[in-house]
């Protein structure tokens, strides 16, 4: 149990970690997408050309971003799911006269995590259009 909660701590860690990297990324680059230079001479098409390049790194920064970020929180609900729904199994296994007592605070609990998740769900749609 020591390890485990070892473990969950350093995936925490590195969730948070990830996705401070991931929204810093994400901003950089906003900022560095340069402006459409300025072409006298040249035709539209050159002007139209940076533009698109400048576009698709942001696009695929953004993308990078919002995958890392809906990934790590997938993979931290599924596993405080599994944590859970065990503990509740134990729990019934052991006392049986409370299973419905443990089956609400189990339903309660796992909707909880699953509302994180669908956050970081909107986090990550926010990234791509937003940014």
């Known amino acids: 149990m020591k390890k485990l909660k070892s473990l ?18 994400a901003i950089k680059a906003k900022a560095a997408a340069p402006e459409a230079p300025v072409t006298v001479m040249a035709g539209e098409d050159a ?3 940076a533009v698109a390049a400048a576009g698709d790194s ?4 953004k993308a990078i971003a ?10 931290s609900g599924a596993m405080a799911m599994g944590i859970a ?5 134990e729990g019934v296994a052991r006392q049986p006269e409370a299973a419905g007592k443990i089956q609400t605070q189990l339903m309660l609990g796992l ?18 259009f937003v940014l």
């Open 111 to 128: 909707v909880f995590i699953e509302t994180v998740v669908i956050y970081a769900l909107i986090v990550a749609i926010l990234i791509v």
């Open 66 to 75: 919002a995958a890392i970020a809906i990934g790590l929180a997938a993979l």
């Open 85 to 89: 729904i065990a503990k509740s199994n």
């Open 47 to 49: 002007a139209a050309s």
């Open 58 to 61: 942001a696009t695929g920064s």
């Open 8 to 25: 969950s701590i350093l995936l925490a860690a590195v969730i948070v970690l990830l996705t401070g990297f991931t929204f810093a990324g």
